[in-house]
């Protein structure tokens, strides 16, 4: 049985716990939850956000991750194009890929906020670039593989 | 005739053959995250421009620039972009000396005014009417001034040039300045490092030459393509950052694990840089990779930020290209969130991808 959403968050939930204790980059504002989790082929896509960090997170449905070591980048092709991911090994929680979303989280005033840019960012993944640019793809556009300015 | 020479011909005439040419122009191309398209742009622009002169001045500096530009990883980069530059005017690589070099200078204004560019290595000290650094028996400034004066941009290549660096740290006894302080009427690209990547500038100095205009700048005058993300968002010990490992001390368990360096003072969380991605050494290895926390050298007054194996306990935003996106929280809060949160999401969205090629020039 692979984790998911609800798995991911409980281990984060305890590293804040038990880890974060005191450190000065958490925001207290913010606590731990997955946000806007859906499908992605075998593998479950969504935001994790915390009070230290917002990832872009994978949760692999298969093993197809477990032979690459940690710290290593994956390219994985989602709706809005090829986008760079670290893999991540946890003792409970196994393989799973990350990509930051934000330097820094400490500004967020509140969980609301902070769960609109999830949601967003959500919205952006799973858009095609073109969408994500305001504008559809014109015909030339799509032949020649070159979107004008 | 010099004037109409092209950058392909100077190549060719230093025995650069056109394979490893071409070979130059698409690793150039991929090192600047351009598509592969950009490649024959590349290519066209250095066989049909004029060459552009770039002289090459030397201030209070340790030479570490130049140290880093001539082992550029890739040993073609280096010979194509010093076979490119090097004919005009560096202290350090070119052949004259004395009286028939700093005659090139003035040849130079001569044949290219307002048309070379000027590439800054180090820094003016301006105490004592510029005193502590002679050349040629005049005060580096008005060398720089002058030479600052007939060109069409400048470059400030490293820490030194672009902040200021260990011969400004306080008290700054020589009053070491930036270039762009003491020249404020040409264009200042900085590329900041101590010493700058030199996959960064022999990418910054290619496209400024092959595309004839400056790469996009952050606010902070830093080419966009190189400083717009904190090593930190990109590091392999990322991981361990947001699962709470961190190494308490030198060698213990955490470190022998590979676990975070914050708590050991790594400024990777406030530092904007390519290393976590370029790496040094033609993509060998980096500090951290090493065992040992950034320590913000391409940040503005590094040695003036307190101890080097102090954590950072301020991620704030530091005025660099992601502020928009950083300072989201800050400003969120009202009605008009949800057009901010589109904004930061789709400049977070866009970092992650892999093709830049939509934001060429």
Not at chain 1, 9 to 25: D, K, N, S, T
Not at chain 1, 93 to 98: A, C, D, K, V
Not at chain 2, 20 to 37: N, Q, Y
Not at chain 2, 239 to 261: I, T
């Amino acid at each position: 049985m692979r984790p998911g959403p609800a798995e991911l968050v409980a281990g984060f939930r305890r590293i804040r716990r038990e880890r974060m204790r005191g450190l000065p980059f958490v925001n207290p504002a913010l606590e731990v939850e997955a946000i806007g989790f859906r499908p992605d082929g075998p593998h479950r896509v969504g935001v994790l956000l915390t009070p230290w960090f917002m990832n872009l997170v994978l949760l692999p449905g298969d093993d197809g991750w477990d032979a690459a070591a940690p710290g290593d980048r994956l390219v994985h092709a989602l709706p809005a194009g090829q986008l760079e991911f670290t893999v991540n090994r946890d003792e409970q929680l196994g393989t799973f890929l990350s990509a930051v979303l934000l330097s820094s989280v400490a500004d967020f005033p509140d969980q609301r906020s902070a769960r609109a840019v999830a949601r967003e960012v959500v919205q952006q993944v799973f858009a095609p670039p073109a969408a994500a640019g305001g504008r559809p793809i014109g015909r030339r556009e799509l032949l020649t593989g070159r979107r004008a300015s | 005739m010099a004037d109409t020479e092209t950058f392909y011909d100077v190549m060719r005439k230093h025995g650069i053959t056109r394979r490893s040419f071409l070979k130059f122009c698409s690793l150039t191309a991929a090192g600047l995250g351009l598509g592969p398209e950009f490649a024959g742009r590349i290519v066209h622009a250095l066989e049909t421009k004029p060459r552009t002169p770039v002289i090459w001045l030397h201030g209070l500096e340790c030479t570490c620039c130049t140290e880093s530009f001539i082992r550029s990883g890739n040993p073609l980069a280096g010979d194509v972009v010093l076979s490119m530059i090097s004919l005009d005017y560096d202290d350090t690589l070119m052949a004259a000396a004395g009286h028939q070099a700093e005659e090139l200078l003035e040849q130079t204004i001569e044949k290219y005014d307002g048309r070379y560019i000027l590439a800054c290595e180090g820094n003016p000290p301006l105490n004592e009417d510029g005193m502590y650094c002679i050349q040629a028996g005049k005060p580096y400034v008005e060398k720089l001034r002058h030479m600052a004066d007939h060109c069409k941009a400048i470059i400030a290549w490293g820490s030194c040039a672009s902040w200021g660096c260990v011969q400004a740290a306080r008290p700054n006894p020589t009053r070491a300045t930036p270039i762009h302080k003491v020249i404020t009427d040409k264009p200042v690209v900085k590329v900041p490092g101590c010493p700058p990547i030199a996959e960064v500038m022999t990418g910054v100095i290619t496209y400024m030459i092959a595309f004839d205009e400056l790469p996009e700048l952050d606010r902070q005058g830093r080419p966009k393509m190189f400083y717009s993300q904190r090593l930190h968002d990109k590091c392999y010990r990322r991981p361990h950052f947001d699962a709470g490992q961190f190494v308490e001390r030198f060698d213990d368990e955490g470190a022998r694990k590979g676990y975070c360096l914050y708590k050991v003072g790594c400024k990777g969380p406030t530092t904007y840089n390519a290393c976590s991605t370029l790496e040094w050494n033609g993509g060998l290895s980096w500090p951290v990779k090493s065992g040992h926390g950034c320590l913000g050298c391409a940040e503005d007054n590094f040695w003036d930020k307190g101890s080097f194996y102090s954590a950072v306990t301020n991620f704030g935003v530091m005025g660099g290209a992601e502020a928009t996106a950083d300072r989201v929280g800050g400003v969120i809060a009202g009605a008009a969130a949800i057009g901010v949160a589109a904004h930061a999401a789709v400049s977070a969205v866009k970092h992650l991808s892999r093709d830049k090629s939509g934001e060429a020039p």
